[in-house]
């Protein structure tokens, strides 16, 4: 009889085909002695990711692709482990990962916890890499990114999960810091990709809630 994992990492994934397998293999290659599980929400994809996420031996939850908050949602609600690990399917973990940040979660008794990350691509990632590596671990109550969000499975379930708004997991962050302590651990790297962010940019709504603790931000400098 399989052993309950101590973690569940959730991927949500719709069409991601060309990233899918570098975040697999990056999980796969954790140096840790603690038990996981992965599993992948496919989101309705038209290319091969769900057979993709088969092959490399994970759970395959077959999702709407109506947004990433469902899928994450999905995933996170048919996990085992007692902590979930949020994972895009564009970012790699590295070894020390799972037993770092576990650790580290568990030591400071907090609920979520996230770390610090690399982004490629245009300038505009690498703003959103040091706006996530040195201003949200500052604030009140920490944005942790959706594409690196380690939380433990009942604070998930109480908190209601990701809400279908914008920027869904910085209203999860904001939402579980009201009730529960949150915090980073800045000696864990994840690398990600920033195409994303090409696109939208540091949206108005992230600059928003750093506004709102910027008093916390200045007296900490």
């Keep these: 009889m399989a052993a309950t994992p101590d973690v569940s990492f959730v991927v949500p994934a719709r069409d991601e085909a060309d990233y899918l397998s570098d975040c697999l293999e990056s999980i796969a290659a954790l140096e840790t002695d603690y038990e996981y599980e992965v599993i992948v929400v496919d989101g309705a994809s038209s290319d091969a990711t769900a057979d993709i996420a ?20 999905l995933g996170g609600k048919a996990a085992e482990g007692e902590w979930l690990a949020f994972i895009d399917a564009d970012t790699r973990v590295r070894p020390n990962y799972l037993t770092e940040l576990l650790g580290f979660v568990e030591r400071e008794n907090l609920a979520a916890g996230s770390s610090a990350c690399r982004m490629t691509g245009p300038l505009r990632a690498k703003l ?30 109480e908190t209601g999960g990701f809400p279908e708004v914008p920027n869904e997991d910085t209203a ?50």
Excluded at 128 to 157: C, D, K, Q
């Design 54 to 73: 088969r092959a490399h031996g994970t759970t395959v939850l077959e999702g709407a692709g109506s947004s990433i908050a469902a899928g994450r949602n």
């Design 128 to 157: 959103m890499e040091g706006t996530i590596n040195h201003v949200f671990p500052r604030l009140e109550r920490p944005i942790l990114p959706g594409f690196n969000f380690f939380v433990h499975r009942e604070a998930f379930l």
């Design 172 to 221: 999860f962050s904001r939402a579980l810091g009201r009730r529960l302590p949150t915090g980073y651990h800045d000696s864990v790297l994840v690398d990600s990709s920033g195409r994303r962010i090409a696109d939208s940019g540091l949206t108005g709504t992230l600059f928003h809630y750093v506004s709102l603790d910027a008093g916390r931000l200045r007296a900490s400098v």
